[in-house]
């Protein structure tokens, strides 16, 4: 199923930006408004929330953003909630996932990202490093950091390679590893061209920070995903793509929520006449 652009009567936006959020509605608003300060160029964002209860919806919507929402069903499929709007309702290249701890601290944030993102497909944040003791590489587009250890606060991937990889796995329930193993697949289907070490991957650390709030942390999760990621490893050899589901129900319930938000947004555009930072007012 393809969705209208929400913007059918103007330029299509050059990059997506997908904020990924869950009752932490005082960090996305700060997330908001620095990605409003220090983003430049043509532009469509979008918030997923896995179920707040804290009244993000409500305020999302008030700043004229769509926000695909449902109940918590946890990181994988609420990554996915924003990967499929700004694939099938904008045409956007590449796509930005942005969790709420994550913002841009200097104008053009996106610029360094955005030509990574073309030399490599996928492109993840670096974190956790000794700054004495960086790893390889100079952090820069056409050098970037290669690390076995990435985080998914920031992570930009072209269009392309996300139609032939695919989107993260649904079998991942509530929090961790899903991201790893998302990315595991682009290393495995670029890592002949990408022409660096086994198990490394392209990283940034540039133009982006993460505060570091409260996490939502599981280890019970953590632990069952854990095993997921094990058993996925060790059942498939070579690259794969995967679907945002499993089965008609759950792209039933996913094609519903990019709905709920096109016609929200809608809504809000038609009670609300002003002018609108986001590309797809």
Not at 117 to 144: E, L
Not at 269 to 278: D, G, I, K, N
Request: net charge positive.
């Amino acid at each position: 199923m393809r969705c209208l652009s929400l913007r059918e009567d103007s330029a299509l936006p050059a990059f997506g930006i997908g904020i990924i959020t869950r009752n932490r509605l005082t960090v996305l608003r700060q997330t908001v408004a620095a990605i409003k300060r220090f983003t430049a160029g043509t532009h469509t964002l979008v918030i997923a929330d896995d179920g707040s209860e804290d009244g993000t919806v409500v305020w999302s919507r008030r700043q004229g953003i769509p926000v695909v929402t449902g109940p918590r069903r946890g990181c994988a499929l609420n990554k996915n909630r924003a990967l499929y709007y700004l694939m099938t309702c904008v045409s956007c290249d590449p796509l930005f996932l942005l969790e709420d701890d994550t913002r841009p601290i200097t104008l053009n944030w996106q610029n360094e990202w955005i030509a990574a993102a073309h030399r490599w497909q996928h492109v993840n944040y670096c974190y956790g490093f000794d700054r004495a003791n960086p790893p390889p590489g100079s952090g820069t587009f056409d050098d970037p950091f290669l690390c076995p250890a990435f985080g998914g606060h920031c992570t930009v991937t072209t269009r392309d390679a996300l139609n032939k990889v695919g989107f993260l796995d649904p079998r991942f329930q509530g929090y961790g590893w899903e991201h790893v193993e998302w990315s595991w697949r682009f290393r495995h289907y670029y890592g002949n061209c990408w022409g660096i070490g086994e198990r490394l991957l392209p990283c940034l650390d540039i133009g982006v920070a993460a505060s570091w709030p409260p996490s939502h942390f599981n280890q019970r999760e953590m632990d069952a995903n854990a095993l997921v990621y094990a058993q996925i490893r060790s059942a498939i050899i070579g690259p794969y793509r995967c679907d945002p589901w499993h089965n008609d129900s759950e792209q039933a319930a996913l094609v519903e929520e990019i709905m709920r938000a096109r016609r929200a947004a809608r809504n809000w555009r038609s009670l609300f006449r002003w002018s609108c930072p986001w590309s797809w007012c």
